[in-house]
Every structure is written in C-alpha cells, then in structure tokens.
C-alpha cells in the first residue's frame, strides 16, 4: 500500500527522516513544507555529457584558453599545509577517476580538512591550469557524491541530467535530493489560481516541478542553467501573479479609503506661485498636477514621485506640502540623513522667505532643551512644515494636524517605521520620492501598488557634465582640471571611498586622511574641509556651511554628500577608486555638479577599465544608468538593503522575467476585475504569506 498523497503545505517532518534536527536546518533556510523544498530548484545541473575523463585533460597545452571541465572520481589522498611565506592554508587532494589522476588545489580553505576524506567520491568543477606537478584544478568547486562504501557501485547519473543541490547544515546535497524526490512521489496539487491567460502553453505546476527537479534527457542545457525553460516560467508566473493580485487587491483597498480633501481656491493657486524661485517645467507642471488631483479626490494619496538627478523634486515635494501647510494643516518631510534633512531645511527656508519661522526641523541629536522647544511647536501646530530624520518615529513626537507626508528616499525606510509616522497623523497623504531612477520593472515590484510621476525633464539652465575616466598615473591631469577652476572662482568635490585604512584590510585604497594630505600639499593655502560619516552632527553641518557659503573652495568627502547638497558654483568632482561605488551612486554624485551656470566635470580615478564605469561616460540619461545597473547588480544590490521592499521570490527574476511581470499585472486587473473564486483567495493567501511588499499602506 502507497504511502498517502500530501498537499503541498504540509510539514517537511511528513517526509522519512527528517526528525528535529533536519527540520531546524531546513527551517533557518526559510524550508517548512513541501511547497518551500520544491520551489527550492537545483543550483546547478551536471550534464554526463559535459564530463571528462582525467586522461582526456591531458590534451591541454600551456597558453589554451580553457573553459571549466567537470570531473568525477575519487580521492585517494588528501593534505593540507602552510606555505613558508605568505602563511596560508593549502589543501590538496588527488583525484582519480580510473583513466588517470588529477590534482586539486584550494587556498585559504581550512574547513576542507573537516568536510573532505580520502575515499570520497566528489564531483569537482574547475578551469584546468598547469602547475608545478602538472595539470591541475585550482579552486575547483565541487559536490560529495558518495563515502565509504557507498561509493562502489553509486552512479549519481539516473539520467543525462544531475541535479546537485547546496548543503544545507547536516543535510548533504545528496540527501536533499532524495527528499526532494520523495515529495515528488506523494504531494499532490490541487487546482491552482494560475488564470488561464498565463497557464496557457506552460505544462501544469506538479510537471513543471518534476522537469525542473528531474530534467527529461532532451531538455535545453543553457536554458536549465539560465532559468528560461517553460517549466520555470510556470513557477515564475505563479509567484509573480500571486505577487501581482496581492499588489491590485492593496491597490482596489487603498482607493476605497476615505482620505482628507484638500481645498483649492485662485488665492491657494497665487500663494504657491509666490514661492516658486522660476517657472516650472513642464514635466513639473505635470507631476503637480497629477498630485493635486490625488489630493482633492476624497482618497488617500500614495504616490511615487521620482526623476533622474536634478530633475526638480524637491520643489515639487515643497509645493506638495504648501498644499497642506497653507490650508491649515501640517506637512512632514522625512529624510535618510541628517545631512539630507538639514539641506531640506535650507531649502525650504529660502523658498518660505518670510514665512520660514513656520518651518522645524527636528533631528536627533539636538540638545534636550532645543528638542523640546521643537517637540512643542510641532504638536501645538505652529511648525506647519517639519522635516526630520528617523527621529520623527519617536513616540514623544504628536503633531496637531498631520495631512500629508513626503518621504525621501523611500527604500531606506523599513515598513515598521513608516507604519509608525502614519499612526501620528490618522490616515494622512503619502508622497514618496526616489533618489535614484528606477526601471519600470523594477518600480512595478517596490512601489507596485502606488500611482507614479515621472520628472523626465532638467530645469532649463542645468549645464552638461563632462565625465572623464582616468587611471590614477593619470591623476595629475585631474588637479590641474580642479586648479583651473579653483583659479576661475569655482569650487570643487573630492569623494574618497574609506575613512581610514583599516575600512579595507584585503584591497589597498587611499583613505580620506591620505587624499587630505595629498591635496593640502598639491592645493596650498586653498581652505578645504573634510566631512564624512564619523563626525558629529554639529560638526558635519558647521563644515558644510563654510563649503555651501563659499568659505571654503574644496570639499573632501565620503558618500555624505550623495544627495542633497546644493552648491551652484561647485563645477568639479574628482572621484578617487571609482571602482568601489555603484553605477547609481556615481550618478548621483555626478548630480552634485552642474547645478549653475558654468560647464562642469566629474573625473573618476580607476585601475578598473569596466563596463560600468564607462557607461557613466557615454551617458547622463539617469534611466539608462539604472537600468545597467540593475542589469549587473541585480534588484537586492541595486537597492543596497534588504529593508528595501524587494519581494524574495526563488524562482522569478525581476530582471529576466520583468515582461512576465508586466503581464501578470495586467491579468490581475482583469481578474480582480471579474471577480476571486474560492480556489483563488485560498491559494493567495497561502502564496502571500511568502510575498512582501515596500509599501506605506
């Protein structure tokens, strides 16, 4: 008698052997049931085709350009030593295979000594290099196929395909694999809520599960390897609709919600011209609007506002907030950092004029006595603008009438916190502004479920920048570049990627206190400052004023001065081992620049001749740059946090599968459209509870 059919939520303890020890390893890797073990695929297939016979690796001959071989034989000896000079861990084992024998080299690998024993058999993959005793795999990845007497007669290849699957504590790769195939044998699907509209030409979810898991002999091996086979698209569709009605069922709830109306009158309309510096653009003009819209329509707004470096904002955001400030409300701007909040703070009270006394900041390290002063005019209702940093969570933070909130640089916020500043204010306005450009793809999943204005315009007068990638032997040309400039007036940024050399202990750099002394000696009597993350908030803000005044000509800084800082007559930045920074960091720091009348430059010093450093020298288009990004950091990296919102999916790709996305989107609005069946809201519910989403409703 079979063993019974199990559904695929059920525990992985239903499956032999796994008692509390495997399901705590499996746990802490996100593994619960059974629908977690299948989705979890293979991280690579071996091909038997794709082997090679150690005797066959002989043809090789010095100079060849090799790519990696996979081999599989036993150990039969297995050392590891210290070499004499540089001190480090050197683990060799000799492979045989029958046809000959092979040696495999690791450094710095101590661990092996542990996880390896002469009479394993293994797999191993790897570039074939000649070394001192001949051919060798140096490094080579590699996966236990058998110990002992299991080895003997143990073909790992049932079929063209193996499967191989990461270790997992106590559980071998091996292992998992036999569970996994166990819960092949006795899950059993029920109807799922994949609509026909996407279900169509893909083979059902528990088919797809089994070509993945056990690839039929005449499947495509690059497309296994890349995940594009009609099997993974089936699995991708089901997690990124799940994704996608989840985000339109938010989106219907969120516009069922009743949020303040904003009145508007010719008077409203002429006092927020009055704090206009210039006229506004037409991409400006039409983001305001859009927002203008949301707020007078009896629902609450939740809108993604985002354009490329130097697009106008911030001014938009201001107008946004006089919308709430000028009628009798109160309006919050919540920033990643001080030094972005203080510029903020500048900002506005420029545009105020004289009005500025209704603006507060509140920061946290302010003097207990200054907060309480600022913690008093904010909950009376005097401070109709407030701008802050995280110190605006702080439960002795009460507002009198919070109406609206802009968020800046919404992904460094996690959902907690902005859940916190929403209950201070009822069920305030939300406007959220994203620093860097984001691709379509990509917004579609952090900011799914709000509506999006797209600054796609500069402000007229915004010069060009001209970027310039130099090898630092080549760095004198640079200082010459920031003379010419300091000796016209201008002032100039250096950006320095560590503070000391301890912030690096395996790649050299120059530290900020290097490049400090380096250009007192090269730039004598110039009066320069230095700022970075280390400084108190006093300090830091003391030293930008004598830059943003004019004081002082240079500026020497780490990644502090990213966003924010405004300084028209700033014509220069010099970006030292441009290798360490992202393509959107670099991009943002480039937009320090050209924001006056006069032509500016962005020189970046790099040994590292890479595609990514010169796509910022062939473009300025902020999407563009985004997007290369995205394509080679991925979604997780291009954000740079885990906060960030970006949905965990295990088989969907944003990147790959972005024109997937869009359609499941698409699907879901008409599916929610029609109407949820019951099978339908019971496998959202499961699939949901896996799906998380950057979201401040």
């Known amino acids: 008698m079979g063993m019974p059919h199990l559904p695929l939520s059920s525990r992985l303890t239903v499956l032999r052997g796994v008692g509390p020890a495997y399901a705590e390893a499996l746990g802490q890797a996100g593994l619960e049931t059974l629908r977690d073990l299948l989705w979890a695929l293979p991280y690579r297939y071996v091909d038997r085709g794709s082997l090679r016979r150690i005797a066959e ?64 058999r293994i797999l191993a993959f790897g570039a074939p290099a000649l070394g001192r005793h001949g051919l060798e795999l140096r490094g080579p990845a590699w996966e236990l196929m058998g110990r002992g007497a299991a080895v003997a007669d143990d073909d790992p290849f049932v079929r063209r395909y193996l499967p191989l699957y990461r270790k997992l504590g106590p559980i071998t790769g091996r292992v998992r694999g036999r569970l996994v195939q166990e819960a092949l044998g006795r899950v059993q699907v029920m109807e799922d809520g994949l609509p026909p509209e996407l279900a169509k030409g893909l083979p059902d979810l528990l088919t797809a599960l089994r070509l993945l898991h056990q690839p039929l002999d005449e499947s495509d091996p690059q497309a296994l390897e890349q995940g594009r086979t009609p099997a993974h698209q089936r699995l991708a569709a089901e997690e990124l609709f799940a994704f996608a009605l989840g985000v339109a069922l938010r989106r219907a709830g969120r516009m069922q919600r009743r949020g303040r109306v904003m009145p508007t009158s010719p008077a409203l309309r002429e006092r927020l011209q009055g704090f206009l510096p210039f ?36 001014l938009v955001a201001f107008l946004t907030m006089a919308m709430a400030a000028e009628t009798g409300g109160q309006a919050a701007l919540l920033a990643p950092t001080e030094v972005l909040a203080r510029q903020h703070a500048v900002t506005f009270t420029r545009l105020l004029g004289d009005d500025a006394h209704r603006m507060q900041l509140l920061l946290g390290p302010m003097k207990a006595a ?94 060009p920048i001209r970027t310039r990638l130099l090898d630092p032997d080549d760095a004198e040309r640079a200082w010459d570049l920031v003379e010419r400039e300091l000796g016209a007036g201008r002032q100039a940024y250096i950006v320095s990627p560590a503070i000391d050399p ?136 291009f954000f740079g946090t885990r906060q960030s919102g970006v949905p965990q999916f295990q088989v969907a790709d944003l990147l790959r599968d972005r024109a997937l996305l869009v359609r499941c989107r698409e699907v879901a609005e008409v599916v929610l459209a029609r109407g949820l069946n019951d099978v339908q809201r019971a496998w959202l519910q499961q699939e949901q509870a896996r799906l998380k989403l950057a979201e401040v409703s």
């Open 57 to 120: 690796l002989d043809r090789f001959h010095p100079g060849d350009e090799r790519s990696p071989v996979t081999v599989l034989g036993t150990i039969k000896d297995l050392r590891q030593t210290t070499t004499r000079v540089q001190r480090m861990t050197l683990t060799e084992a000799l492979l045989e295979d029958g046809s000959g024998t092979l040696r495999l080299v690791w450094f710095n690998q101590a661990y092996l000594a542990r996880a390896l024993r002469p009479g394993d």
């Open 279 to 314: 006229t506004l653009t037409t991409a400006q003009r039409r983001a305001f609007k859009e927002i203008v819209g949301d707020l007078t329509s009896g629902r609450v707004m939740h809108r993604l506002l985002q354009g490329d470096v130097g697009s106008g904002k911030t």
């Open 370 to 463: 200054e907060k309480r002063a600022a913690l008093a005019r904010i909950a009376s209702g005097e401070a109709s603008y407030v701008v802050g940093t995280h110190a605006l969570f702080q439960e002795a933070v009460a507002f009198a009438d919070l109406q609206l909130v802009v968020v800046d640089e919404q992904h460094r916020f996690g959902v907690k916190q902005r859940e916190a500043l929403k209950t201070k204010g009822g069920d305030p306005h939300w406007l959220v502004m994203s620093a860097t450009p984001i691709p379509r793809s990509l917004a579609l999943a952090v900011f799914g479920d709000l509506d999006q204005s797209v600054l796609d315009e500069l402000p007229p007068g915004r010069q």
């Open 502 to 637: 301890t912030d690096e202990t395996k790649v050299s750099l120059r530290d900020i206190q290097a490049m400090e002394a380096l250009l007192r000696a090269r730039f004598h009597g110039v009066a320069l400052e230095v700022v970075h993350g280390r400084l108190k908030a006093d300090e830091m803000g003391a030293r930008m004023a004598r830059f943003v005044s004019g004081e002082a000509r240079l500026l020497l800084a780490t990644t502090v001065i990213e966003v924010g800082v405004d300084v028209p007559n700033a014509t220069v930045m010099v970006v030292d081992h441009a290798e360490r920074f992202g393509l959107s960091q670099l991009h943002q720091l480039r937009g320090r620049v050209g924001r006056g009348a006069h032509a500016s430059h962005f020189v970046m010093l790099s040994r590292a001749e890479t595609e990514r450093l010169h796509a910022l020298v062939e473009t300025q288009d902020g999407f563009r740059i985004a997007q290369k990004d995205l394509e080679l950091r991925g979604p997780g990296e």
